[in-house]
Nanobody, 118 residues
Framework: VQLQASGGGLVQPGGSLRLSCAASGRIFAINDMYWYRQAPGKQREMVAAITAGSTARYADFVKGRFTISRDNTKNTVYLQMNSLKPEDTAVYYC?????????????WGQGTQVTVSS
């Protein structure tokens, strides 16, 4: 079971990016899915989370700018990021609570770099 994130890149302030994270392997079920980020010299922090029923919650610093969503048919979670700011620059990681048939565990994706700069 693994997670593969994609969609990062360089964008100007005020711009948008959409991150994707697809789960693959022997997956029995997926509960909550998350996006975290880690900026240089800072701790990893949660950005957004979404339940299997698509109830979302956000960190205060992204409310109104970022939208998390998921496609359960594709085992994929997305993060639409609008009105990006330089302080959003970080490596973004997806995380999911998944089961391959023997209970649930949290899995991490490999991270994708987002750089917001003019």
């Amino acid at each position: 079971v693994q997670l593969q994130a994609s969609g990062g890149g360089l964008v100007q302030p005020g711009g948008s990016l959409r991150l994707s994270c697809a789960a693959s392997g022997r997956i029995f079920a997926i509960n909550d899915m998350y996006w975290y980020r880690q900026a240089p010299g800072k701790q990893r922090e949660m950005v957004a989370a979404i339940t299997a029923g698509s109830t979302a919650r956000y960190a205060d610093f992204v409310k109104g700018r970022f939208t998390i969503s998921r496609d359960n048919t594709k085992n994929t979670v997305y993060l639409q990021m609008n009105s990006l700011k330089p302080e959003d620059t970080a490596v973004y990681y997806c995380n999911a609570e998944m089961s391959s048939g023997n209970g649930f565990s949290h899995y991490w994706g490999q991270g994708t770099q987002v750089t917001v700069s003019s």
